[in-house]
């Protein structure tokens, strides 16, 4: 069971905009900024969104992240086919000391 | 470039150890914090352990706590996992990440792909 909560999946449609929520608590999602990784099993996880809505370089504005309270969203405009993989989010737990992550959400493009 | 390279995975049999090693190049190795995370099949992923640049910190995922150590060696710009007292839950893919700088355990902008650790009989 994560400390972090996402749907184990999220659906659209080429073009559309799509949401994967993340649920926490004040100890983790509450005090802490949210980051988002892209992964495909097997390979390297790529990092998307970190900080204040931050992007590293070479990721596209399609994808944007946000926060209220103890919840938090990746938002993801004109999906593409490439998007089709798993998407976790991660952030620190104080209550913890450690960094969690979510239990990853699976993106399908129909 | 940038390059994390992961060995050390194999088979072990429940109680055993593994040790895991990344091998760092290209950027100041002792700049930036390290860490494992692992990705049981068909799990999530699991920040597993990180250490600071300096080496004078590390932390640990209670799961693991107490039966893996994680150290560097900066003349070999190389992080070691230690893995002791394996069991079944242990099996996993094991990344090696790299923190955004010194002291960071969360944001990792660069990744190995990884080394196979089976823990069975």
């Known amino acids: 069971q994560s400390v972090l909560t996402q749907p184990p999946s999220a659906s659209g449609t080429p073009g559309q905009r799509v949401t994967i929520s993340c649920s926490g608590s004040?100890?983790?999602?509450?005090?802490?900024?949210v980051n988002w990784y892209q992964h495909l099993p097997g390979t390297a996880p790529k990092l998307l969104i970190y900080?204040?809505?931050q992007r590293p370089s070479g990721v596209p504005d399609r994808f944007s992240g946000s926060k209220s309270g103890t919840s938090a969203s990746l938002a993801i405009s004109g999906l593409q086919s490439e998007d089709e993989t798993d998407y976790y989010c991660?952030?620190?737990?104080?209550?913890?000391?450690?960094?969690?992550f979510g239990g990853g959400t699976k993106l399908t493009v129909l | 470039e940038v390059q994390l390279l992961e060995s050390g995975g194999g088979l072990v049999q429940p109680g055993g150890s593994l040790r895991l090693s990344c091998a760092a190049s290209?950027?100041?190795?002792?700049?930036?914090?390290m860490s494992w995370v692992r990705q049981a099949p068909g799990k999530g992923l699991e920040w597993v352990s990180g250490?600071?640049?300096?080496?004078?910190?590390?932390y640990y995922a209670d799961s693991v706590k107490g039966r893996f150590t994680i150290s560097r060696d900066k003349s070999k710009n190389t992080v070691y996992l230690q893995m002791n007292s394996l069991s079944a839950e242990d099996t996993a893919l094991y990344y090696c990440?790299?923190?955004?700088?010194?002291?960071?355990?969360?944001?990792?902008?660069?990744w190995g792909q990884g080394t196979l650790v089976t823990v069975s009989s």
């Open positions: 990440a790299r923190g955004i700088n010194g002291y960071n355990y969360i944001v990792f902008d660069f």
């Open positions: 900080g204040l809505n």
């Open positions: 991660a952030t620190w737990d104080d209550s913890l000391n450690a960094p969690v």
């Open positions: 250490i600071s640049g300096s080496a004078s910190s590390t």
């Open positions: 004040s100890s983790n999602i509450g005090d802490n900024p």
């Open positions: 290209g950027f100041t190795f002792s700049n930036y914090a």
